[in-house]
């Protein structure tokens, strides 16, 4: 299983960032894909995760509004559209897959298997 993050990078407050998961290994088309971030000395916190059926997401409360999470079953591909960044979004950014039966998409980490090898996104003030 292969999960790879690309897109980070260093951006000034408002600007925005694509940030782009593709999996491999894995039958995309029935996992959960998720994105998490941490920054340095903080744990590692959740921000996005969509089912995948792609009817069900979820947003940490933080990245509401800003945030969107779509996913490319055809592609095997997650992809985060990060707008109007804040320099406290500046972290490691992880993409993640779990599966499930459960029509409540996962936030915690515990919940996914396998993990990408993180982006970093920084945003200047």
């Known amino acids: 299983v292969q999960l790879q993050a690309s897109g980070g990078g260093l951006v000034q407050a408002g600007a925005s960032l694509r940030l782009s998961c593709r999996a491999s290994g894995i039958t995309f088309s029935r996992r959960v894909m998720g994105w998490f971030r941490q920054a340095p000395g903080r744990e590692r916190e959740f921000v996005a995760t969509i089912s995948w059926s792609e009817d069900r997401t979820a947003y940490a409360d933080s990245v509401k509004g800003r945030f969107f999470i779509s996913r490319d079953n055809a592609k095997n591909t997650a992809t985060l559209q990060m707008n109007s960044l804040k320099p406290e979004d500046t972290a490691v950014y992880y993409c993640?897959?779990?599966?499930?039966?459960?029509?409540?998409?996962?936030?915690?980490?515990?919940?996914?298997?396998?993990w990408g090898q993180g982006t970093q996104v920084t945003v200047s003030s």
């Open positions: 993640a897959t779990a599966y499930t039966r459960s029509i409540v998409v996962p936030t915690n980490t515990y919940d996914y298997e396998y």
